[in-house]
Antibody, heavy 120, light 114 residues
């Protein structure tokens, strides 16, 4: 069965960086993409970006494109989302979801979420 | 950018009664391949989002048939024929009809039992 298991919660200071991992199993990782979504406390869902594990193509939300990098490691079937220069309003639960390799919002499988807290 | 507008934002419903959520997009969601990539997600308290409906009206495997999606172009609807207690949560529409991928969620509709 398809599973996406994310790394554990993180507490970071403003200005630091965080890297969240998303380990996939139950399917051929390189045949799909990964979408990242975040949710600030008590708020709605916010799309962050997409990466194709097939060819490494990416696209990021304009709001974070200068601070975010999404990568994949096909040897370990793992996706990564790094966010730099963290701000207080980056405090959120970060989710990964399996997507199509062409980025057609085929988000049928989600990780359990990773809470990133930005605090001084 | 596409703006997705849901209504209502709060939806108190009596058990066993129907419920309906509207989602309107600021532009047509028909993609160049002819498909309309409009999804509906359910997020129960403390859980990850779960996709209910994809491409407007296709129910995800395992989703009860009391959930249905409809619509076209810019106007879409999620209906629950008879609300059950396990349906409590927040419902989001989301479009994925652009290249390169740039998805937009609606604000969310909180369904509660009256």
């Amino acid at each position: 069965q398809v599973q996406l298991v994310q790394s554990g919660g993180e507490v970071k200071k403003p200005g630091a960086s965080v890297k969240v991992s998303c380990k996939a199993s139950g399917y051929t990782f390189s045949h799909y993409g990964i979408t990242w979504v975040r949710q600030a406390p008590g708020q709605g869902l916010e799309w962050m970006g997409w990466i194709s594990a097939y060819n490494g193509n990416t696209n990021y939300a304009r709001k974070i494109q200068d601070r975010a990098t999404m990568t994949t490691d096909t040897s370990t079937s793992t996706g990564y989302m790094e966010l730099r220069s963290l701000r207080y309003d980056d405090t959120a639960v970060y989710y990964c979801a399996r997507d199509s390799p062409a980025g057609t919002s085929d988000l049928g499988y989600w990780g359990q979420g990773t809470l990133v807290t930005v605090s001084s | 950018d596409v703006v997705m507008t849901q209504s209502p934002l709060s939806l108190p419903v009596t058990l066993g009664q129907p419920a309906s959520i509207s989602c309107r997009s600021s532009q047509s969601l028909v993609y160049s391949d002819g498909n309309t990539y409009l999804n509906w997600f359910q997020q129960r308290p403390g859980q990850s989002p779960r996709r209910l409906i994809y491409k407007v009206s296709n129910r995800e495997s395992g989703v009860p048939d009391r959930f249905s999606g409809s619509g076209s172009g810019t106007d879409f609807t999620l209906k629950i024929s008879r609300v059950e207690a396990e349906d409590v949560g927040v419902y989001y529409c989301m479009e994925g009809t652009h290249w390169p991928p740039r998805y937009t969620f609606g604000q969310g509709t909180k369904l509660e039992i009256k």
